[in-house]
């Protein structure tokens, strides 16, 4: 029950990002495809990675990274930053842009946790938080990512 309880939970988050995300394409806002749109969902989750940080992380070759950054900065969704200790080195920073489109998922989740926080007590919601933050920091290893920051 739990497991499918959880999965339900995560799908429908999904697809209401994705439902979103078809809105916006038909009205022509969105230009992100979701190969790109995984990449800067692991972006922002890695808090401006250098591009070697970023392949090593997707397991694919630094060109082939390099080839997805690139298109992503020509779209203005990520910009490179010269690193001032390591001048041959470059972080990326997801922008304005990025953030604006990111908001349709994190809206939602803020949304959600409103009604939350309106349905069940204080203490079920401190019990809740001590539970997902366990379920983040100790039983997800294999996704070893800096501490995430809620929406923006």
Same mark, same amino acid.
């Given at each position: 029950?739990?497991?499918?309880? %959880?999965?339900?939970?995560?799908?429908? %988050?999904?697809?209401?990002?994705? =439902?979103e995300i078809f809105?916006? %394409?038909?009205?022509?806002?969105?230009?992100?495809?979701?190969?790109e749109t995984f990449a800067m969902e692991t972006i922002q989750a890695l808090g401006r990675p250098?591009?070697?940080e970023f392949a090593?992380?997707?397991r694919i070759s630094p060109p082939n990274a390099a080839y997805k950054i690139n298109s992503l900065v020509k779209?203005?969704?990520?910009?490179?930053?010269?690193?001032?200790?390591?001048?041959?080195?470059?972080?990326?920073?997801?922008?304005?842009k990025y953030i604006d489109y990111y908001n349709i998922s994190s809206a939602y989740i803020t949304e959600v946790?409103?009604?939350?926080?309106?349905?069940?007590?204080?203490?079920?919601c401190s019990k809740l938080e001590e539970m997902i933050s366990i379920v983040s920091r100790e039983l997800m290893?294999?996704? =070893?990512?800096?501490?995430?920051q809620g929406p923006v």
């Open positions: 029950m739990l497991d499918q309880a %959880f999965f339900n939970v995560y799908t429908k %988050f999904k697809l209401h990002f994705y =439902q809105r916006r %394409f038909q009205d022509r806002e969105a230009s992100l495809t979701t190969v250098t591009i070697n090593t992380f997707m779209k203005g969704y990520i910009r490179k930053v010269q690193s001032p200790e390591d001048r041959r080195e470059y972080h990326l920073e997801v922008t304005q946790m409103d009604r939350i926080r309106h349905r069940f007590s204080p203490e079920d290893p294999e996704v =070893q990512i800096p501490e995430l």
